[in-house]
Structure formats: C-alpha cells, structure tokens
C-alpha cells in the first residue's frame, strides 16, 4: 500500500449512523478480521477476542440491547472518563453538534437528542456487531493493544466498502453483555464496532469531524 492509498482510506472512513440492511459476505468479514489482527501488540499477546453477530441473532441481540438501555443501568467493566475538559470537550460539542444539525435536531431539544443517543442501542440498523473484549489481567495495556485492532479492522472494512463505527455506548452494558454472549468475567468488555454497508442517503451520514493540526498535537524536541 503507497502512503496516499493509506491517507484515502484514513479520509474516507468515518463513524456510519445509519446502514443499509444488506448482510456483509461471511469470507469479507473474515478478511477484514484477518487485516485487523496483523496489528502490533505488546509482547504479541494478540489479546483481542471478538464475538461477531449476523442475521436473525443481530437482531435478536439489538431487540434485548435496546431493552437493557432503557431499563438497566450503566456499569462499564472499563470506567468511563471522568470529565472533559478544555479542547477535549469543545471537540466533543463540536461532533455532537454537527450530528445534531445534520439529522434537524435544534439546541434545547433535550428529547430529540436522547432519541439519537438511543440510536447507539439500535447499533444503527447495522446487520452486524463486533465485541471486543480483552484480558483483565493486561489492564490498560491490553485495551491500549484493542484499540489498535478497532483502528485496523475501520480501516480493512472501509478498503471493502464496508462502513463502521466503533461503540463505547454499547460497552457501558458490561453485565448484560458478559451474560447475554457468555463472555468470561476474567475479560474486559472494550467495546462494539457496528458495521454493514452505509445508508448514504441518511442525514446522520452527511457530516464529517475535523482533525486537529499536527503543531496541536506535538511538541517536537530537536
């Protein structure tokens, strides 16, 4: 790959909040996979483990999901940030409201965006989702190796014309995921990554964050 197919695929990709019902073919989804597990971790543990939902048990899992969000009560197995404060919370404002332009949802209207929050919990419609789960035992480090795979696996998806868009909101379920899939209590629910093929006709999908500038970012040393 030349490093302007890398910058493509980096500019094209972004968070989908609406999909197209169409599955995904079962050998893309395990191409994407395999991409995604060619990321670096350390020490090679590959700590990543991944529950993938298809057909009828998506929308049985969506159907129970969004029950759990409305009656249940957050309890992440990894803490949600305490606060945002300065330049992070400006641009998380700055996202939340370009969705909210985007899809006609007006300042104050406190019910119309919790709506779009539950939105989280319909996985967008997507036909599939991936759970991420990794040791508890790596802590910090084996979420750190994680959140490389969700980058990689973004990126594989969107060289096949696959739309995603990785959940923190679903993760805040912890409990109710570990029962519903089984998923052993010695590992830490990271996140969901929803994906399918993009509905790009969908308001939700009509805007797109901005990056902040590489002298925001660094502080060069020699």
Same mark, same amino acid.
């Given at each position: 790959?030349?490093?302007?197919?890398?910058?493509?695929?980096?500019?094209?990709?972004?968070?989908?909040?609406?999909?197209?019902?169409?599955?995904?073919?079962?050998?893309?989804? +395990?191409?994407?996979?395999?991409?995604?597990?060619?990321?670096?971790? !350390?020490?090679? $543990?590959? *700590? !990543?483990?991944?529950?993938?939902?298809?057909?009828?048990?998506?929308?049985?899992?969506? +159907?129970?999901?969004?029950?759990?969000?409305?009656?249940?009560? *957050?309890?992440?197995?990894?803490?949600? *940030?305490?606060?945002?404060?300065?330049?992070?919370?400006?641009?998380?404002? $700055?996202?939340?409201?370009?969705?909210?332009?985007?899809?006609?949802?007006?300042?104050?209207?406190?019910?119309?965006?919790?709506?779009?929050?539950?939105?989280?919990?319909?996985?967008?419609?997507?036909?599939?989702?991936?759970?991420?789960?990794?040791?508890?035992?790596?802590?910090?480090?084996?979420?750190?190796?994680?959140?490389?795979?969700?980058?990689?696996?973004?990126? $594989?998806?969107?060289?096949?014309?696959?739309?995603?868009?990785?959940?923190?909101?679903?993760?805040?379920?912890?409990?109710?995921?570990?029962?519903?899939?089984?998923?052993?209590?010695?590992?830490?629910?990271?996140?969901?990554?929803?994906?399918?093929?993009?509905?790009? +006709?969908?308001?939700?999908? $009509?805007?797109?964050? +901005?990056?902040?500038?590489?002298?925001?970012?660094?502080? !060069?040393?020699?």
């Amino acid at each position: 790959m030349t490093f302007a197919a890398l910058n493509l695929l980096l500019d094209q990709r972004h968070s989908c909040r609406a999909f197209q019902r169409d599955p995904v073919p079962k050998a893309q989804i +395990e191409q994407i996979l395999s991409s995604a597990m060619r990321v670096p971790s !350390w020490c090679n $543990a590959q *700590p !990543w483990k991944v529950v993938v939902t298809s057909g009828d048990d998506t929308d049985t899992f969506r +159907e129970a999901l969004q029950i759990e969000a409305a009656t249940g009560t *957050p309890a992440p197995d990894l803490p949600f *940030p305490s606060s945002y404060s300065g330049v992070y919370q400006d641009r998380r404002r $700055a996202c939340g409201w370009a969705l909210y332009e985007a899809v006609g949802i007006e300042k104050g209207d406190r019910a119309a965006s919790a709506r779009q929050m539950m939105e989280n919990f319909s996985l967008f419609g997507a036909p599939h989702c991936a759970i991420i789960s990794s040791p508890t035992e790596l802590g910090a480090y084996g979420a750190m190796d994680c959140g490389g795979f969700v980058t990689a696996f973004s990126l $594989a998806a969107q060289a096949l014309g696959i739309a995603t868009i990785p959940q923190a909101a679903v993760a805040a379920y912890g409990p109710f995921l570990h029962r519903y899939f089984k998923i052993p209590d010695d590992r830490l629910i990271l996140c969901a990554i929803s994906f399918g093929y993009p509905d790009a +006709e969908h308001p939700a999908n $009509a805007f797109r964050t +901005e990056r902040a500038s590489v002298e925001e970012i660094v502080d !060069w040393r020699g």
